[in-house]
């Protein structure tokens, strides 16, 4: 075991012991004693460990290891013992007492403050500067704190220059010296230079590097406004602050074994330093000229440090001041004319750079991305000032611009083989090639741009060779094909078909070049697919210029011949053994006929025959499309080509009327199903896809003959037997069972349809509400459930109970009111519902029938007596109640089972409520929360968790005190006033005991928990109405039951009433003594609290000094501590 971990153990070790003393088991002789001899052991221990360390380095030393490898040394967070806890504690209150002092000296400053003279402000800052040193002094020569006599030290320290600056400011040595007269500069040297010999004892005091850094700051600062105070010129100054930087450096060279302290930190310093002398240099001087070769200076001086001092970084500072210097000689110089091109050679410049240290790998490799940096930084500067501030849209200059940064960054995608170059060569010549546009303006820029970027891709991006284009190929590549891009999407915005037409044309002809010449995977099939698409595309727009001979057989002829055109080129492609090429001429061939089917839904058509034709064609290419791609999921497209073509003929037959048009679509669906069974005979995979839309076009076909019967001549309804056969057709030959129900479902809705349609049809809704044909169907269908197999009731449930529960809402909710005899009605078409929901075992959804008949008994609010309906209610209550109890267990019980009558007896019981909340009768008005009582207590047994019943049981009881209060609140006239908050608080404490005694005896500590929450609660309670009251009494009251709880505290032993008791009997005392210390100004109370905190902290810390001598107060105080600690 380390030394440290033995140290550790001693520590805990004196921790338990002083515990032992300080509780009595040992006496203050045999304390000092053990201490004193594990203090011996812990020297001797020490003694052996630097011993065995010294062996250890010798050993090291005598056999030399060769080249160990280091391993990382594994940080270890640092546990504080208790005692750097403690003074960790008393330091930050001894803060936060000086903080509050010294806030409550701001506010009552602040409020003075405008009455104050200058001398009095500054004498004020100085008296803070004073105080802050003499709070160092104290705590660091009494209390022995060093971090927090630190801390004061450094804000006293450092308020002093501030002094000086104030000085200036107020004027207080005249205009003169001031901080905006003409000895600004001298004033600065005052206040950098007087505390500069402190800041220097500090760091040697102190040891502290905070206080050497200040020390160089002050230094540089001092010498910087001597100079600036001077009269000197600008290059003497800069010779002065150099002069000074070269000291700096001779001292430390020629001392640096002496005062390491300071040493050590200089050759920090003296790169912070050369950027504050450039920094002062720029505050003391303005000439843009002299300031450039000032900066190209200082920039050498930079890249001078990075061979002297091998610091790296200041090439980035050498190359920022560089551009600067540049930018300040060109704007303010007779090279503004040229800027643009000069400020574009700024990267070759720095490509020579690289080129001169081209032995230094991080040197070069830096300053040829400076060079890329820069060029775009002076591409951005120049476009911005050349096309926004001067206008020069056509300059040559800008043009030769762009081109030398284009050129810039050819050679650096060639020297350092950088992506992000790649991409920016190719970039930046597009913008030049759009500069030379605005130059020459040969066509329309897009036309321009567009082939001008083919050009580029074809001869760069596909076919070069040449070594120098070798690094940028890919980039152009991508980057010309995101320009035509670019170009098709402006045309086609722009609605210039033509053109457009033209470039997709073009790009049909790039792709198959590029199909030929590349290899690569994720070239090559895309352009496989680009090729006939772009040609698809192309005759697609070149339909506006046929459109003046061809308009009459309007867009979709033109897309299917474009589409027969695209399958010919399928058909070439494959004599000619392009088998990729013709694959995808053929899926883009045929995706473009379906486009021309499709849009004979928004494109007019002249002529009746076209339509038909079209699909009378497509179903063959269709056909075509399924027999070569051999996808069963093709025939889908043959089915709806079918189905289109059939309904295409409508116009040729000139069906006008509805009713023949009803006929005509009836049998879609036959016909649809027709051909599906008698195409399976040869293509197995065909039934399918005609069998399904057979179906989904059914609905619609009732649809429309639902739709007709609203007409004036419907056709007789009895015509759905044709849908309702085909369903119960397909029922029965079925095989799979969520077909099956589908099938027998849609047959049982038809049915439905029947019922109401031909009622309507013979006037039967004229004697009988039309809500009725649920009813009638449900009982239909429960007749029919009688009849069936048993695997077919299973079927029927599913339907029964849904359709059930929608006609009891219809019915409940019908135009007409609902009588009175109705409700008989009503209730037996829940129990029909209920009958089948108990066979499914569905507990969910039997809340639906049940609640509905909340809405038929709100339905009857005009037609029974309020008391008689409430009555009624509170029967329904405990026949539910009673229902709950014979079906269910358990509230919830596992697998979503409820207990839907309870929970149903609930809502009843609120909507009793909301009869009840107005009635002027307190024992009407109380029935709701007796029933709520009596659910709870009923129902407490009928969950299964933890906690619920006893849950259940105290709710049912507080109901219950509820319902107290409530009679309590009514016949308050007849109560004293100055009894009734006792009346209405006090039995919950009687509550409070039987719960504790009879339902939670066995969680006694969290009865106490809750006792005192609640004593809490009543306290507050009492004493706000005792405020209010604000007499004689109610001060009598509080205090004898405040009194009373004490007494019944110490006498139970029961620290809530012991401790609530005297709380509110001081809270009492305070408040009638109120205006003796109310008046006193809030901020006595902080400084209170201020001299209160450094009190403390002062005493702890005076405490923690002291010898461990026998304190038997402290003793005495524990014991009692431990004896209150056994209270309930």
């Known amino acids: 075991m380390s030394f440290l971990s033995e140290e550790r153990n001693a ?15 040992v006496t203050s002789e045999e304390y000092a004693r053990i201490k004193e001899a594990n203090q011996t052991f812990i020297n001797d221990l020490l003694a052996e460990y630097e011993q065995e360390e010294m062996v250890q380095q010798e050993a090291v030393v005598e056999e030399p290891v060769q080249d160990p490898e280091p391993v990382k040394p594994k940080k270890q967070k640092k546990v504080k013992t208790a005692e750097q806890i403690r003074e960790r504690n008393i330091t930050w209150t001894l803060i936060l007492g000086v903080s509050i002092l010294l806030i409550t000296g701001l506010i009552v400053a602040t409020s003075q403050w405008d009455q104050m003279g200058p001398g009095v402000k500054v004498f004020s800052i100085s008296f803070v500067s004073l105080f802050f040193l003499a709070l160092s002094y104290g705590t660091g020569r009494f209390l022995k704190i060093k971090q927090t006599a630190f801390a004061f030290l450094t804000l006293g320290s450092l308020l002093i220059p501030i002094v000086i600056v104030a000085i200036g400011y107020f004027e207080l040595f005249g205009p003169y010296l001031s901080l905006f007269g003409e000895g600004r500069h001298l004033l600065g040297l005052l206040g950098t230079l007087l505390p500069l010999p402190l800041y220097v004892r500090h760091a040697f005091v102190h040891q502290s590097r905070f206080y050497v850094w200040v020390s160089f700051l002050f230094a540089s600062l001092t010498v910087g406004f001597a100079l600036g105070s001077l009269p000197l010129t600008m290059d003497a100054f800069y010779f002065g602050i150099m002069v000074y930087n070269a000291a700096l450096l001779l001292v430390y060279v020629r001392y640096q074994n002496h005062l390491p302290l300071f040493m050590k930190e200089v050759p920090l310093y003296a790169q912070v330093n050369l950027i504050l002398s450039t920094l002062l240099m720029l505050f003391f001087f303005e000439s843009e000229v002299f300031y450039s070769f000032n900066l190209l200076l200082t920039a050498s001086i930079y890249m001078a440090m990075v061979f002297v001092s091998k610091t790296k970084e200041y090439q980035f500072v050498f190359s920022v001041m560089i551009v600067y210097a540049v930018y300040q000689l060109v704007e303010h110089s007779p090279l503004h004319s040229v800027d643009g091109t000069i400020y574009a050679m700024i990267g070759f410049l720095y490509l020579g750079f690289a080129y001169a240290f081209k032995n230094h790998t991080f040197i070069e490799k830096v300053f040829k991305y400076t060079s890329g940096v820069v060029s775009l930084c002076a591409f951005l500067y120049i476009s911005y000032e050349s096309l926004l501030l001067r206008g020069e849209v056509d300059s040559w200059v800008l ?189 883009i061939g045929q995706i473009t006929y379906i486009f021309a089917m499709l849009s004979f839904f928004y494109s007019p058509v002249g002529e009746s025959f076209v339509r038909p034709l079209v699909f009378l064609v497509g179903i063959g290419i269709m056909l075509w499309f399924v027999l070569y791609d051999k996808q069963s999921f093709l025939w889908l497209f043959v089915s709806v080509t079918t189905l289109a073509f059939y309904l295409s003929l409508i116009d040729v037959l000139a069906i006008t009327s509805f009713n023949a048009f009803v006929n005509y679509v009836l049998f879609v669906p036959l016909l649809l199903i027709g051909a599906g069974e008698f195409g399976q005979r040869k293509w197995a995979d065909m039934k399918p896809y005609f069998y399904w839309l057979g179906h989904i076009i059914q609905p619609l076909v009732i649809g429309v003959i639902w739709l007709n019967q609203t007409s004036s001549e419907p056709i007789h309804p009895f015509l759905l037997v044709v849908p309702l056969s085909v369903y119960v057709y397909s029922a029965l030959g079925s095989r799979r069972e969520w077909e099956i129900k589908l099938m027998l479902y849609a047959s049982l809705s038809v049915g439905f349809l029947m019922i109401v349609t031909i009622a309507d049809y013979y006037a039967v809704w004229g004697l009988v509400p039309e809500v009725y044909a649920f009813l009638a169907m449900s009982v239909l269908t429960a007749g029919l459930w009688v009849a069936v197999p048993h695997s077919w009731k299973k079927r029927i449930e599913w339907y029964i109970v849904p359709l059930s529960i929608i006609g009891l809402f219809m019915i409940i909710n019908q135009a007409a009111p609902l009588l009175v005899k109705e409700l008989g009605l009503i209730f037996g078409y829940v129990i029909l519902i209920l009958f089948f929901i108990h066979r499914r075992k569905w507990s969910i959804v039997a809340f639906a029938p049940l609640l509905l008949t909340i809405d038929a008994w709100e339905q009857m609010t005009l037609r029974l007596n309020s008391d008689i309906k409430i009555l009624l209610l509170v029967g329904c209550v405990f026949g539910l109640l009673a229902a709950g109890r014979k079906f269910y267990r358990y509230l919830v019980a596992p697998k979503y089972e409820v207990d839907a009558y309870s929970w149903t007896a609930v809502v009843y019981i609120g909507y009793i409520f909301t009869l009840t909340i107005m009635d002027s009768n307190v024992w ?47 016949k308050h006239r007849l109560i004293p006033d100055i009894i009734q908050a006792e009346l209405q608080s006090i039995p919950i404490l009687v509550v409070l005991f039987f719960l504790k005694r009879n339902t939670w005896k066995n969680n006694k500590n969290v ?34 039951l405040s009194l009373s709880s004490m007494i019944a505290g110490l006498q139970l032993r029961i620290k809530s009433y012991f401790f609530v008791g005297m709380g509110v009997l001081i809270f009492n005392v305070m408040y009638q003594t109120r205006p003796y210390w109310g008046n006193v100004p809030w901020w006595v109370y902080l400084l209170i609290a201020g001299l209160a905190l450094i009190g403390i902290a002062s005493y702890n810390e005076w405490q923690k000094q002291q010898s461990d001598s026998d304190k038997p107060v402290e003793r005495k105080l524990k014991r009692l501590w431990l004896s209150f600690k056994k209270w309930n």
């Open 1007 to 1040: 009865m106490n928990h809750v006792r005192m929450a609640l004593l809490l609660l009543i306290a507050g309670y009492l004493v706000v109405d005792a405020i209010q009251s604000h007499t004689i009494w109610d001060a009598w009251i509080i205090g004898g």
């Open 924 to 970: 009407v008005r109380i029935i709701p929360v007796l029933l709520t009582a009596m659910w709870l207590f009923v129902n407490a047994k009928k969950w299964n968790g933890k906690y619920v019943d006893q849950a259940f049981y105290t709710l049912s009881i507080l109901s219950l005190y509820v319902a107290y209060l409530m009679v309590i609140d009514d």
């Open 11 to 25: 520590e805990l070790f004196e921790q338990q012991l002083l515990k032992l003393w300080r509780k009595g088991y």
């Open 399 to 587: 043009f030769a611009a762009y081109l030398i940064i284009t050129a810039n960054y050819l050679l650096l995608s060639n020297l350092t083989k950088n992506l992000v170059f790649s991409y920016m060569t190719p970039l930046f010549f597009f913008v030049t090639l759009w500069q030379l546009w605005e130059l020459t303006e040969i066509g329309p820029l897009v036309l321009f741009l567009f082939f001008g970027a083919a050009a580029v891709f074809l001869y760069v991006g596909l076919w070069t060779k040449h070594r120098f284009l070798m690094p940028v190929q890919a980039s152009t590549f991508a980057v010309a094909i995101f320009v035509q891009i670019g170009c098709l999407t402006y045309v086609l915005n722009e609605m210039l078909l033509g053109y457009g037409a033209l470039q997709l044309f073009t790009i049909s002809i790039l792709a198959f070049f590029v199909k030929k010449k590349t290899e690569k995977p994720d070239i090559f099939m895309p352009a496989i697919w680009i090729h006939p698409i772009a040609l698809s595309l192309s005759a697609v727009l070149f339909y506006e210029s046929l459109i003046s001979w061809i308009g009459r057989f309007a867009f979709p002829l033109h897309l299917a011949v474009s589409a027969i055109i695209l399958l010919g080129i399928h058909l070439a492609w494959r004599q000619l053994k392009e088998q990729e090429l013709s694959k995808a001429s053929f899926y």
